[in-house]
């Protein structure tokens, strides 16, 4: 049960965000949304060092010297990965005036949606793994820090699921409507996850390299979408400061949980 809890608590967060639309009448400004990207950056490359690249150097510590070869290994299939996703799903950054990938003649929302699910995909794999880590009972991985990742990655969803929704309903979608994409770009999150879980548990000697292809997935997204729109006009130094604020929230709950 607390394996369930803990894979749908970042759609929990997603779903929350996306719920503002119901709240908030305007779209977030320029400014607040530089925060937000740089605020879920920092997150994203806090978890990617405390509770993927390290606990996979950890789990091959047999290997002596050569224990960062899974991680490193591990780092460039993630990355390669996520860029292969990038150019064969159409999709639409936020900030973009031109779709990303094959061209297709999808709505704009759609698209939009597309953007955050494929950003999305990582963090599920990366709660899955750690949950998989943890279910083993061979690793120093506790329940407590797989929680703390979770909780980690649904408070920068919070932001995120309101990212989606808040433009959908500017441009003239209905609020339950705009709710729902939102939403939905945070359901191949616990999918993600589970996979993932089912994955490990079967070829646990490579949870090491699952670690680490989460974390090289994680920095892909951050370096190619979150740093350019957080430092993107003016003012962009509020990215970077809600990019160090949300790199200490994730370090502080890794570190102090578990």
Known sequence: MEIFAGIMIPFLGTSLGAACVFLVRKDFSDT????????????????????????????????????????????????????????????????????????????????????????????GMAVGVVFAGYMSGNTEITIMAALALAIGIAIQNFPEGAIISMPLRAEGLRKPKAFVYGMLSGAVEPVGALLTILAAGFILPALPYLLSFAAGAMIYVVVEELIPEMTQGSHSNMGTVFFVLGFSLMMTLDVALG
């Open 32 to 123: 607040v949304q530089r925060a937000l990207n740089g605020f879920a950056a920092g997150v994203m490359v806090a978890a990617s060092v405390w509770s993927l690249l390290i606990p996979a150097m950890e789990q091959s510590q047999g290997m002596g010297k050569l224990s960062f070869v899974p991680a490193v290994v591990g780092f460039w299939i993630g990355a390669l990965f996520l860029l292969a996703l990038d150019h064969i799903i159409p999709h639409l950054h936020r900030s973009a005036d031109e779709a990303e990938g094959p061209k297709s003649k999808l709505k704009k929302s759609t698209m939009l949606m597309l953007a955050v699910t494929l950003h999305n995909i990582p963090e």
